[in-house]
């Protein structure tokens, strides 16, 4: 694989400090990252290329080679050199344990960062389009007052006297087998290796602070209501180095009282008239992005459909939509005049049908109550 100069990459110069390269990676992989660019290979080659370029410069015996050859190759280790800076006490953990899970050297001060929800609201007009869009995600992000190192001032912590920074504390104990060496994490430091004596004022020393980030995500045309998208990377910032938490975005389609949505399809409905039912007519109904024109064929009875195809929700990974499906409703005057009454014995006289005796008024009164 051909290597481009990681300092390019990054954008960092040759004296970036170890804190600027992190940041401008931190950066960069944001801006790059697959998730937030789905099916773009060419932001994908970047973030790997970004990836590789970090892996290098945040290594400081990686970097120091860089800077001398201008390339970094495996070089063979010295096997009595650095690694887990082993030797026989490494043997006796082996065979007798160590106090606290076998853990020998300091333990790493880097902490995750804390996964984030943020739950948005999109409207069913935002389901056919899908969107981008930026959102404020409260998270914790790395202090600056301290630059992330929880000490005030930026200052690096000082190194725990009581286990010289190795993070354990080594006792020797005699048994029958003899002496055996047993280690335990340092109670002085918890383990960390180093103590912060002057802890960072705004961050009071953990290393970064709640902060409100802006991230801008893709939401596909077609979710529903719970569906999750997951970010990784764009949660809490880690602490002193560690890998960055993930961000999960729960999605809630909002209501639209004049839809009801079964998967990809729409169901409505619209008032019609008797005369409309009777004699047929042109209707319009409200879809989610457009009014349809439909027919309303003469003699509709309450409660039959009609389609119209493709003015529903699309599938998730891209296809035809779904219908809208609107069924009619037959408006009954709640009242009508007497003019409209007397008109309306005479349709059902004319067809034959059962007239109902009038109600209400003095001779409808008078009879109705003699009966
Ligand atoms: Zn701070
Ligand atoms: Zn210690």
């Given at each position: 694989?051909s290597?481009r100069?990681p300092y390019e990459?990054?954008g960092?110069s040759r004296?970036a400090?170890?804190?600027?390269?992190?940041?401008?990676?931190r950066?960069?992989?944001r801006?790059?990252h697959p998730?937030?660019?789905?099916?773009?290979p060419?932001?994908?080659?970047?973030f790997?290329?970004?990836?590789?370029?970090?892996s290098?410069?945040?290594?400081a015996?990686?970097?120091?080679?860089?800077?001398?050859f201008?390339?970094?190759?495996?070089i063979?280790?010295?096997p009595?050199?650095?690694?887990?800076g082993?030797?026989?006490?490494?043997l006796?953990d082996?065979?007798?344990?160590a106090a606290?899970?076998?853990s020998?050297g300091?333990r790493s001060?880097a902490?995750?960062?804390e996964?984030v929800?943020?739950?948005?609201?999109?409207s069913?007009?935002?389901?056919?389009t899908g969107?981008?869009?930026?959102?404020?995600?409260?998270?914790?992000?790395?202090?600056?007052?301290?630059?992330g190192?929880g000490?005030e001032?930026?200052?690096?912590?000082?190194?725990c006297?009581?286990c010289?920074?190795?993070?354990v504390?080594?006792?020797?104990?005699?048994?029958?087998?003899?002496?055996?060496?047993?280690?335990?994490?340092c109670?002085s430091?918890r383990?960390?290796?180093?103590?912060?004596?002057n802890p960072c004022s705004k961050c009071?020393?953990?290393g970064?602070k709640p902060?409100?980030?802006?991230v801008?995500?893709?939401v596909?045309a077609?979710?529903?209501?719970g569906m999750?998208?997951h970010i990784?990377g764009?949660?809490s910032?880690g602490i002193r180095?560690?890998r960055?938490?993930?961000l999960y975005?729960?999605?809630?389609?909002a209501?639209d009282?004049r839809?009801e949505r079964?998967?990809?399809?729409?169901?409505?409905?619209?008032?019609?008239?008797?005369?409309q039912?009777?004699?047929?007519d042109?209707?319009?109904?409200?879809?989610?992005d457009?009014e349809?024109?439909?027919?309303?064929p003469?003699?509709?009875?309450?409660?039959?459909r009609?389609t119209?195809k493709?003015?529903?929700?699309p599938p998730l990974?891209g296809?035809?939509r779904?219908d809208?499906?609107?069924?009619?409703?037959?408006a009954?005057p709640?009242?009508?005049s007497?003019t409209?009454?007397?008109?309306?014995?005479?349709?059902?006289?004319?067809r034959g049908?059962?007239?109902?005796?009038?109600?209400?008024?003095?001779?409808?009164g008078?009879f109705?109550?003699k009966?």
């Amino acid at each position: 694989m051909s290597q481009r100069d990681p300092y390019e990459v990054l954008g960092v110069s040759r004296s970036a400090t170890a804190d600027e390269i992190k940041s401008a990676y931190r950066r960069l992989a944001r801006r790059y990252h697959p998730d937030v660019n789905p099916n773009d290979p060419e932001a994908e080659e970047k973030f790997k290329e970004i990836g590789n370029a970090y892996s290098i410069l945040s290594d400081a015996e990686k970097r120091a080679q860089f800077d001398r050859f201008g390339t970094v190759g495996d070089i063979p280790q010295d096997p009595f050199f650095g690694g887990a800076g082993g030797g026989i006490s490494d043997l006796f953990d082996m065979f007798f344990g160590a106090a606290s899970g076998g853990s020998r050297g300091p333990r790493s001060a880097a902490r995750e960062g804390e996964d984030v929800r943020v739950d948005i609201e999109l409207s069913l007009a935002e389901v056919i389009t899908g969107f981008e869009r930026g959102i404020d995600v409260a998270r914790s992000e790395e202090c600056d007052s301290c630059a992330g190192t929880g000490a005030e001032g930026g200052a690096a912590p000082d190194r725990c006297s009581q286990c010289n920074g190795a993070g354990v504390v080594t006792q020797i104990k005699s048994t029958f087998i003899g002496q055996v060496r047993t280690s335990a994490p340092c109670p002085s430091c918890r383990g960390e290796g180093f103590l912060i004596k002057n802890p960072c004022s705004k961050c009071r020393g953990v290393g970064v602070k709640p902060a409100t980030g802006k991230v801008n995500i893709k939401v596909p045309a077609g979710v529903e209501t719970g569906m999750t998208m997951h970010i990784p990377g764009q949660g809490s910032d880690g602490i002193r180095g560690g890998r960055p938490g993930d961000l999960y975005v729960v999605l809630h389609v909002a209501d639209d009282d004049r839809f009801e949505r079964q998967g990809q399809h729409l169901f409505t409905s619209i008032d019609l008239s008797f005369a409309q039912a009777v004699l047929g007519d042109e209707v319009e109904i409200d879809g989610v992005d457009a009014e349809h024109t439909v027919e309303v064929p003469a003699g509709t009875q309450p409660g039959d459909r009609v389609t119209v195809k493709g003015a529903g929700l699309p599938p998730l990974h891209g296809g035809r939509r779904g219908d809208l499906i609107c069924s009619f409703n037959l408006a009954v005057p709640k009242s009508v005049s007497e003019t409209e009454a007397k008109l309306i014995r005479e349709f059902a006289e004319l067809r034959g049908e059962r007239v109902p005796k009038p109600k209400g008024g003095f001779l409808g009164g008078l009879f109705g109550k003699k009966k």
